[in-house]
T-cell receptor, first 113, second 116 residues
Framework: GENVGLHLPTLSVQEGDNSIINCAYS??????FIWYKQESGKGPQFIID?????DKRQGQRVTVLLNKTVKHLSLQIAATQPGDSAVYFCAETFSGSARQLTFGSGTQLTVLP | NAGVTQTPKFQVLKTGQSMTLQCAQD?????MSWYRQDPGMGLRLIHY???????DQGEVPNGYNVSRSTTEDFPLRLLSAAPSQTSVYFC???????????????FGDGTRLSIL
């Protein structure tokens, strides 16, 4: 899950396994969510998004699940590859925020050979 | 395609010095923004712009100025650097305020700034 402390949560998975990264968002009014991937020394990269009228959305090897009841978002990566090693974080926004994004602190995913 | 280009990549300043972080995009995006990223924390919005000549404050604007004289460029100025401004700074751009899978927000690779 997300962590506002100094150390990021970590997740280590074997190459080829599936990864699940979690995010607890803060605002029940949030209606649009994005997952980002950030590789070391690089800027964040858009992975997948989901609107609050959906509970699941699939992309290429990635699936995002949204549970509005408990304000929880997850990112599932199928057949994790070494190139998936990065920090993953979610962002939320709602129309009343002038569409500004609130970002989580992220989870460090390490793919083991 | 260059995308979003930030310069410099690294900078060390002394307390009280001023400097400008440069950001340029070549995608004709109207919306540009500056974030700072601190250890263990999410990105925080400093300033943003919805088009040339228009800027507004984000969550943490104090100590920073911006201007948007052209669509392409969105420089961030530190007026009098303080150790609390040690951070990694990211510039981002998109067609609209809200990114989507069809029109995602593009980030630069960041400027790593240390204030001594």
């Amino acid at each position: 899950g997300e962590n506002v402390g100094l150390h990021l949560p970590t997740l280590s998975v074997q190459e080829g396994d599936n990864s699940i990264i979690n995010c607890a968002y803060s605002n029940s009014a949030s209606d649009y969510f994005i997952w980002y991937k950030q590789e070391s020394g690089k800027g964040p990269q858009f992975i997948i998004d989901i609107r609050s009228n959906m509970d699941k959305r699939q992309g290429q090897r990635v699936t995002v699940l949204l549970n509005k009841t408990v304000k929880h978002l997850s990112l599932q990566i199928a057949a994790t590859q070494p190139g998936d090693s990065a920090v993953y974080f979610c962002a939320e926004t709602f129309s009343g925020s002038a569409r500004q994004l609130t970002f989580g602190s992220g989870t460090q995913l390490t793919v083991l050979p | 395609n260059a995308g979003v280009t930030q310069t410099p990549k690294f900078q060390v300043l002394k307390t009280g010095q001023s400097m400008t972080l440069q950001c340029a995009q070549d995608m004709n995006h109207e919306y540009m923004s500056w974030y700072r990223q601190d250890p263990g924390m999410g990105l925080r919005l400093i300033h943003y712009s919805v088009g040339a000549g228009i800027t507004d404050q984000g969550e943490v604007p104090n100590g920073y100025n911006v201007s948007r004289s052209t669509t392409e460029d969105f420089p961030l100025r530190l007026l009098s650097a303080a150790p609390s401004q040690t951070s990694v700074y990211f510039c981002a751009s998109s067609y609209s305020r809200v990114a989507s899978s069809n029109q995602p927000q593009h980030f630069g690779d960041g400027t790593r700034l240390s204030i001594l």
